[in-house]
């Protein structure tokens, strides 16, 4: 390993924009995959390669086409029990043509009144119609084109024209046999960019891949619509074992192929297979481009998300609608190699056992795992199907396995989904971490009082454990002391879940120091790629892009393509000036960067971070046609908007930056962004009074965006108003505590303002927090 360079104190953020987003795509808050789920996520074992075994006879020697879909009824010849599973599940009734006999909801003149909009639900004949407020705010008549779901609700999918579907925002519950608004109270009129008729609800990018089998996007940038392809609606056994079509001659032929003819072997003894299969819906993840390729790495078609505050609570529960495959990857059941397949029917999608008897397949008072392939390791010979276990009344809530190992939230409205990482209730920690609980959210006030009282009683005799990762992450985001140490403790340890080393990864830029970049840099070698990439953006945190070639570079011909081209991303600094033996790996993969944004070009958010890749790479000829095309996409999507204002500005059109900028925030004087930037360009242009006015404004709007207030701190005491300057650095730290470069600038402040006192009270603090901050030396 190269070795590491002396970390330096970083600069306070730069008030420009900058020309390279976090992530290779920016993901909306608006995912709607109704009973499938699916936007990201991974697995950190390494996959088998799948390559073909070379056989003796001439014939199989001979090359073989790809694969091709086939009709999926040519299935059910040989398949009969699987096809009878799968009939009437959800996945097969995942997307249906609307007609009588697929739509549940009530189509007979209905109305309903929600968010400040009307809609009525009538039929044509056998058609199914909407009339609400369309993109302009103004009532319309919509068809319906596609049911989406069965239970708990069914939502519809609108043609709008452009060969564009939309996820109509109103939703039938079938269970109570009703209308509902899947935003209740968020204000989703026309102008939010949760509406039904905005680009975040365009069903053809959001959630069609995971309701349909064999689905490509196909959109045409030059005209702006989309020919959506798929070979057959809902989800069917293409969409998981692949194109059959090799299958089909490795049997009628009885050609010994390899995996009877299919690309993927999901019965390998290497539960990964399975696993990354299934979290191609059933994970948070962004695409990669259009579609998957059967047997690769789940990263080599799709970015998968990490534990983020707003995804998931400290100890790693689901808090926002992430699906069950995050949380999944935290557990001991991932770790010791249970696949979904163990617990679920994937054809029918059921439960494989009822109740208990689900767990008891393991967890018995055998102690022994009855299922093939799980190491049972650990396991305890208990019975655990008893009151001194579960301690409640059996047959009543709290005695079923689930209830307190696997809580859930409800989402969409009314689709309960429980976590997935069988965490085991502590209403003492949850307590303390300010944390959900199974014991706490049956037990509330003062007979959670007695519950957290009696569970002390419980443990009294348990053995200590180590530095849990909850009770390390609670320190690390809150900036207390410690925080520095509990990290690096952390990611010291050999049996960190990879999913849960990765999220602590992208915390390691507020701790900076020489065991911060020793451990990320060892990270990049980590048998993960989701450990891989987010040690790519840990160490290109610390090390300007100059430093980084020697680290980075092997990263350039990674066997997954997320990796290589976050590698590639984060040596395009040092690549202007040549990268030598390095040049032609680099050349490869960001072109294959290149590559992942044009297969995306629906979306705003890849024609920015096209622009921000041909400004960086000197192509500014194309930078303005990129920009302009993001808004095209979407005219809401405000970080384009902003950067071609002051594309155009540092172009010498300032008055048209001017226009564009201020027109912008007559139309939405809400946007906290808008104003943001306002300020900024009124800095530039020389007229600091009505700079601060919108920068105030900003961090008024968005009280907790520690940008926008760390602006106007600096700002501020740019200005003189010192005082005014330390009161808006100050509730910063208490907003963000582990804002690393707010105390930076504090103590600044405070030095500069005559109050010594007060930035040693802050130097302390912060020698507690990081000890090993270079900046401290």
């Known amino acids: 390993m190269p070795k590491t360079k002396t970390i330096k104190a970083a600069n306070p953020p730069d008030s420009r924009p900058t020309l390279m987003s976090r992530y290779l795509l920016p993901v909306s808050a608006a995912v709607l995959l109704v009973v499938l789920g699916g936007l990201w996520f991974y697995l950190s074992r390494p996959a088998p390669v799948y390559e073909p075994k070379v056989l003796a006879t001439a014939a199989v020697a001979e090359p073989v086409a790809p694969a091709q879909m086939v009709d999926e009824q040519q299935c059910q010849g040989c398949h009969d029990a699987q096809v009878k599973d799968w009939q009437g599940s959800h996945h097969q009734l995942a997307m249906q043509v609307a007609a009588p006999q697929t739509v549940l909801a009530d189509f007979s003149n209905a109305t309903f009144k929600g968010e400040g909009e009307n809609s009525r639900f009538f039929r044509q004949g056998d058609e199914f119609w909407v009339n609400t407020p369309g993109l302009d705010g103004k009532p319309a008549d919509f068809k319906v084109a596609y049911t989406f779901g069965i239970a708990p609700l069914q939502q519809y999918l609108i043609e709008v024209g452009d060969g564009r579907l939309q996820a109509l925002g109103v939703a039938w519950d079938t269970e109570k046999h009703r209308w509902f608004h899947l935003y209740p109270g968020q204000g989703v009129s026309f102008k939010n960019p949760l509406h039904w008729s905005k680009p975040n609800q365009n069903a053809n990018f959001m959630c069609v891949e995971c309701h349909t089998t064999g689905y490509k996007r196909n959109f045409d940038a030059a005209s702006n619509s989309f020919n959506s392809q798929w070979n057959s609606l809902g989800v069917g056994c293409q969409a998981c074992h692949g194109p059959a079509s090799s299958h089909l001659r490795a049997v009628t032929e009885n050609n010994p192929l390899p995996h009877s003819g299919f690309d993927v072997d999901l019965k390998s003894k290497d539960a990964t297979v399975e696993l990354e299969t299934c979290a191609r819906c059933h994970a948070r993840r962004a695409p990669l481009g259009d579609g998957f390729t059967v047997g690769k790495r789940l990263m080599d078609d799709y970015l998968p998300s990490v534990l983020t505050r707003e995804l998931y609570a400290l100890d790693g529960k689901i808090k926002d609608e992430v699906f069950e495959h995050g949380s999944f990857l935290q557990s001991k059941m991932f770790d010791k190699g249970v696949r979904c397949s163990n617990c679920h029917n994937p054809h029918s999608t059921e439960l494989k056992a009822a109740g208990n008897a689900l767990c008891l397949q393991c967890h018995n008072t055998?102690?022994?795992?009855?299922?093939?392939?799980?190491?049972?390791?650990?396991?305890?010979?208990?019975?655990?199907?008893?009151?001194?276990?579960?301690?409640?009344?059996?047959?009543?809530?709290?005695?079923?396995?689930?209830?307190?190992?696997?809580?859930?939230?409800?989402?969409?409205?009314?689709?309960?989904r429980h976590d997935h990482s069988f965490s085991i209730p502590n209403p003492v920690r949850a307590k303390a971490l300010g944390t959900t609980d199974a014991c706490l959210g049956c037990h509330q006030g003062k007979a959670g009082d007695r519950v957290t009282e009696q569970f002390k009683l419980w443990t009294a005799h348990d053995a200590p454990q180590a530095a849990r990762y909850d009770e390390s992450l609670w320190l690390i985001r809150g900036g207390r002391p410690g925080a520095a140490q509990a990290l690096y403790e952390q990611l010291r340890r050999s049996n960190l879940p990879a999913i849960q080393r990765a999220t602590l990864l992208a915390e390691l830029a507020n701790y900076p120091s020489e065991s911060a970049l020793q451990l990320a840099s060892k990270d990049l070698n980590h048998p993960a790629p989701q450990v891989r990439e987010s040690a790519v953006r840990a160490v290109s945190a610390f090390l300007p892009p100059a430093e980084r070639v020697a680290l980075l570079s092997p990263l350039l011909s990674d066997s997954v393509r997320a990796v290589r081209i976050i590698a590639a991303r984060n040596l395009q600094g040092a690549a202007r000036n040549g990268l030598g033996t390095n040049q032609v790996a680099w050349d490869k993969?960001?072109?294959?960067?290149?590559?992942?944004?044009?297969?995306?070009?629906?979306?705003?958010?890849?024609?920015?971070?096209?622009?921000?890749?041909?400004?960086?790479?000197?192509?500014?000829?194309?930078?303005?046609?990129?920009?302009?095309?993001?808004?095209?996409?979407?005219?809401?999507?405000?970080?384009?908007?902003?950067?071609?204002?002051?594309?155009?500005?540092?172009?010498?059109?300032?008055?048209?930056?001017?226009?564009?900028?201020?027109?912008?925030?007559?139309?939405?004087?809400?946007?906290?962004?808008?104003?943001?930037?306002?300020?900024?360009?009124?800095?530039?242009?020389?007229?600091?009074?009505?700079?601060?006015?919108?920068?105030?404004?900003?961090?008024?709007?968005?009280?907790?965006?520690?940008?926008?207030?760390?602006?106007?701190a600096v700002a501020l005491h740019q200005s003189g108003q010192l005082e005014q300057a330390c009161a808006q650095m100050e509730e910063l730290l208490k907003r963000q505590p582990a804002f690393r470069d707010a105390r930076l600038a504090l103590i600044q402040f405070y030095l500069d303002s005559g109050q010594e006192p007060k930035a040693q009270v802050v130097l302390q603090a912060w020698k507690q927090i990081n000890p090993e901050d270079m900046a401290l030396k």
């Open 366 to 416: 055998a102690g022994k795992a009855a299922i093939a392939g799980i190491d049972g390791k650990g396991l305890q010979a208990k019975n655990y199907d008893a009151i001194d276990h579960h301690r409640h009344a059996e047959g009543q809530p709290g005695s079923q396995c689930v209830d307190c190992h696997m809580p859930g939230k409800f989402y969409m409205g009314n689709d309960y």
């Open 589 to 712: 993969a960001i072109g294959e960067y290149e590559s992942v944004q044009l297969s995306l070009a629906e979306r705003a958010e890849s024609n920015l971070n096209l622009a921000m890749l041909y400004q960086a790479s000197g192509r500014n000829a194309e930078v303005e046609a990129r920009l302009r095309a993001a808004l095209l996409r979407d005219p809401d999507f405000y970080p384009a908007l902003v950067t071609l204002a002051q594309w155009l500005e540092a172009s010498g059109r300032s008055a048209e930056a001017s226009t564009l900028l201020n027109d912008a925030i007559k139309a939405q004087p809400q946007a906290a962004l808008l104003q943001h930037s306002l300020g900024l360009a009124l800095i530039r242009g020389g007229q600091p009074e009505q700079a601060m006015k919108a920068l105030q404004q900003a961090v008024k709007l968005e009280p907790d965006n520690s940008q926008y207030r760390y602006v106007l």
